[in-house]
């Protein structure tokens, strides 16, 4: 399979606790993209990446978010101290010229 | 900044019926993509059509095919003899370019279709 690819699918955690997720993108593609979507919405931009360099951060992406691409190839993203608010679907895309998502992983903060 | 609007959050279609979608941009960009995007229950993004501005040719993807409408920044999607399988949230979105190569997708909110047996 050579589409992005994310882990887990499905996380739960309590609320406090500090979460991580990884995206394996397509391997020709230098960006990479972090989105958020809750239900009934579309996908909003968190961050972007070119190779290993974080291009923009949404201001959505509060101190307590990092996300990371240390060598250009995988990203992984942190939530730390999660809030019942970060529940949401959080989706990884990389890009040539469209962008191509991953299957995404679920959050939920109980 | 870019916004995308699509307008209808609900639509049906009858199987093996025609449907259109409708979007519309706001943008001050010259070079851009416009695109549309199927999620099922799945909630798995799936790319189904893709616009480079520059191009007066509608684009077509066997039953998809899209209007495409530069003046008037609209991008409305159609889908020819639907089927089951087509019953999705559809997202229209944008990306555009900047003096760095640098591209950021921009989402609508989306349309629920339902296909109806």
């Known amino acids: 399979d050579t589409g992005v690819s994310q882990n887990p699918r499905h996380k739960i955690t309590k609320r406090g606790q500090n979460v991580t997720f990884r995206c394996d993108p397509i391997?020709?593609?230098?960006?990479l993209y972090w989105y958020r979507q809750t239900l009934g919405q579309g996908p909003e931009f968190l961050t972007y990446?070119?190779?290993?360099?974080?291009?923009?951060k949404s201001r959505l992406l509060s101190d307590r978010f990092s996300a990371e691409r240390p060598k250009g190839s995988f990203s992984t993203l942190e939530i730390q101290r999660t809030e019942q608010g970060d529940s949401a679907m959080y989706l990884c895309?990389?890009?040539?010229?469209?962008?191509?998502f991953g299957q995404g992983t679920r959050l939920t903060v109980v | 900044a870019q916004t995308v609007t699509q307008s209808q959050p609900e639509m049906s279609v009858q199987e093996a019926e025609t449907v259109t979608l409708s979007c519309t941009y706001d943008?001050?960009?010259?070079?851009?993509?416009l695109f549309w995007y199927k999620q099922p229950p799945s909630r798995q993004m799936i790319l189904v059509i893709r616009?480079?501005?520059?191009?007066?040719q509608n684009a077509t993807e066997n039953r998809f095919s899209v209007n495409f409408q530069k003046a008037a920044k609209s991008f409305s999607l159609k889908i020819s003899d639907s089927q089951l399988g087509d019953t999705a949230m559809y997202f229209c979105?944008?990306?555009?370019?900047?003096?760095?190569?640098?591209?950021?997708?921009?989402f609508g909110i989306g349309t629920k279709l339902q296909v109806i047996p």
């Open positions: 895309a990389s890009s040539a010229n469209g962008a191509f």
């Open positions: 391997s020709e593609h230098n960006r």
């Open positions: 990446f070119q190779n290993e360099a974080q291009l923009e």
């Open positions: 943008t001050s960009e010259s070079n851009y993509y």
């Open positions: 616009q480079e501005a520059y191009k007066q």
């Open positions: 979105a944008f990306m555009k370019f900047n003096s760095g190569g640098y591209q950021k997708v921009t």
